[in-house]
């Protein structure tokens, strides 16, 4: 069985660095940051800082044909995603494995659009959020990769691979039995805390402390429920149960990514969520209120964000 060695992470943002500064320490890797030369520029000019350390890390742009990867990292914005699947080609060999850390609940169906099914496998990141301002990154090291095949009662020989990597780089990892239904509960996490967060400023403490904010919450991830039974999900009685006891596990103070993006007038990713969950209430003729005003209000104010200053 092939050991992975040759490792390109396409995103070097909040969760993207925390795999980077992982593998940067690991013997008998071979990492490289995919990026434009612009953004190489960018980042040799100002290093990334990570809790308090400064990290170099060795670029490669898309053009470059000498170098397959082993295994390819995608930890972009959801809208830097079919960027990202056109910049990895030249790097896609036969024994690739191509895993994907956006938010969202199909971006792995459109990876294998393009590289087939059988460079995917499903996975998402889960832990205690980063704070990022500019290139300085603070993690409490709380973290973890779900991935696996969509059902994983044996482990595939790419599933071993990838497991024995993360072991090698001492990354924390879950491979549940039944990955759909992990998806799902990582989608209604996103759902309902990164949407309720973005409108009502909370933080985590916020939706401890607070029935009517984490009420919020409730109602956008009980519409996501009833879409998950119709998408054929298995056992979603217990979704919202499990979603919120990793809530009650999250620093107080901690506020989730959509907020950061919302207070450093980054656009959201609110498409990928209320308005994804709205379009598979469309195909269902399933009614999704709660999720479509989120839709309509956090996409209000990614506009007023973007415009210019008076």
């Given at each position: 069985m092939k050991e992975i060695n040759n490792v390109i992470i396409c995103g070097l943002g909040a969760i993207g660095t925390i795999y980077a500064v992982k593998f940067s320490k690991t013997k008998n890797i071979n990492l490289k940051i995919l990026a434009d030369s612009k953004r190489i520029e960018k980042y040799k000019n100002n290093p990334t800082i990570f809790n308090g350390e400064e990290y170099k890390f060795d670029f490669i742009t898309q053009d470059k044909s000498d170098f397959t990867a082993d295994l390819i990292i995608i930890a972009t914005k959801n809208s830097g995603l079919n960027s990202a699947i056109s910049q990895i080609k030249n790097f896609v060999g036969e024994n690739t494995i191509i895993l994907s850390l956006l938010n969202g609940i199909n971006t792995e169906e459109e990876i294998a659009k393009v590289y087939g099914r059988d460079k995917i496998l499903y996975s998402y990141y889960i832990g205690h959020t980063s704070t990022r301002i500019d290139r300085k990154i603070i993690h409490d090291g709380?973290?973890?990769?779900?991935f696996g095949e969509k059902e994983n009662l044996y482990k595939s020989n790419r599933v071993i691979r990838l497991q024995q990597l993360f072991e090698r780089a001492n990354i924390p990892y879950e491979i549940p039995e039944d990955m759909?239904?992990?998806?799902?509960?990582?989608?209604?996490?996103?759902?309902?805390?990164?949407?309720?967060?973005?409108?009502?400023?909370?933080?985590?403490?916020?939706?401890?402390?607070?029935?009517?904010?984490?009420?919020?919450?409730?109602?956008?991830?009980?519409e996501a429920v009833i879409i998950a039974q119709a998408e054929g999900v298995k056992n979603t009685e217990n979704l919202i149960p499990e979603v919120l006891e990793i809530i009650k596990t999250m620093l107080p103070e901690t506020k989730t990514s959509m907020l950061q993006d919302i207070e450093a007038k980054r656009k959201t990713e609110v498409e990928i969520f209320a308005g994804y969950l709205s379009e598979l209430g469309k195909k269902h003729n399933i009614a999704t209120p709660y999720n479509d005003i989120c839709c309509e209000l956090i996409s209000a104010i990614d506009e007023k964000n973007s415009l210019p200053a008076i």
């Open positions: 709380v973290f973890k990769t779900v759909e239904y992990s998806m799902w509960w990582k989608f209604l996490v996103n759902v309902g805390y990164n949407q309720a967060s973005a409108l009502l400023e909370a933080s985590y403490g916020d939706f401890q402390r607070s029935k009517k904010v984490n009420g919020i919450a409730l109602k956008l991830m009980q």
